[in-house]
């Protein structure tokens, strides 16, 4: 167990649909990363939170949202879903707001948009 | 703008084989990090190692050792007797600014070893 928290697992949803992912940090981490892997485009790197403050912003759709809240977890909201949005979405923390810190890795949500 | 280059898509090799996964980077940072990380077929993402663009000492953990050439902008990783537990995806990724951008990670190699 890494400390890192994802929650569903696994999710399957139609298009159009409107889901919403969870992630706990590690216990004391203060930042929270978000990446998409699909079998064509591998990591792809959407979003980081700090402290409750976006810190970075990567190849994050329109669609796409997320927010970090007072006691650190964190929400990506995925809309409008598309069959291309089928991937693997993984959280990562880390203590500070550096890469250099450290990930830890989540063992992701699985989204099926069929 | 930060990329990250693994050529080789898929590796099989047979069990006690040596196995080298490139990694080559780009970036107009001078200071930067480099790591590789594990995806075991469970599919978390495991650390391996870390490197600062500053030392480019070869490292060896085990049968796991790296080879670290900013002349050529090369990360590679060496898996010595290879073993079926190594069977997995391997990413290497790249932070710039002394570390604080997020991780950008090649495609990955996925490396099968078979007995």
């Known amino acids: 167990d890494s400390g890192v928290t994802q929650t569903p697992k696994h999710l399957i949803t139609a298009t159009g649909q409107r889901v919403t992912l969870r992630c706990s940090p590690r216990s004391g981490d203060l930042s929270v990363y978000w990446y998409q892997q699909s079998l064509d485009q591998g990591l792809q790197f959407l979003i980081q939170y700090y402290n409750g403050e976006e810190r970075a912003k990567g190849n994050i759709l329109e669609r796409f949202s997320a927010q970090q809240f007072p006691d650190l977890h964190s929400e990506l909201n995925l809309s409008s879903l598309e069959l291309g949005d089928s991937a693997l979405y993984f959280c990562a923390s880390s203590v500070g707001n550096r890469a250099v810190d450290g990930y830890t890795f989540g063992s992701g949500t699985r989204l099926t948009v069929v | 703008a930060q990329k990250v280059t693994q050529a080789q898509t898929e590796i099989s090799v047979v069990e006690k084989e040596d196995v080298t996964l490139d990694c080559v980077y780009e970036?107009?940072?001078?200071?930067?990090?480099l790591f590789w990380y594990k995806q075991p077929p469970s599919g978390e993402l495991v650390f391996l190692i870390r490197r600062n663009s500053f030392d480019e000492q070869n490292e060896i953990s085990g049968r796991y050792s790296w080879n670290f050439q900013k002349s050529t902008s090369s990360f590679n990783f060496t898996i010595t007797a290879s073993q079926v537990v190594d069977s997995a995806v391997y990413f290497c990724?790249?932070?710039?600014?002394?570390?604080?951008?997020?991780?950008?990670f090649g495609k990955g190699t996925r490396l099968s070893v078979i007995a």
């Open positions: 970036t107009r940072d001078t200071t930067y990090y």
């Open positions: 990724a790249l932070s710039e600014s002394s570390g604080n951008t997020p991780l950008v």
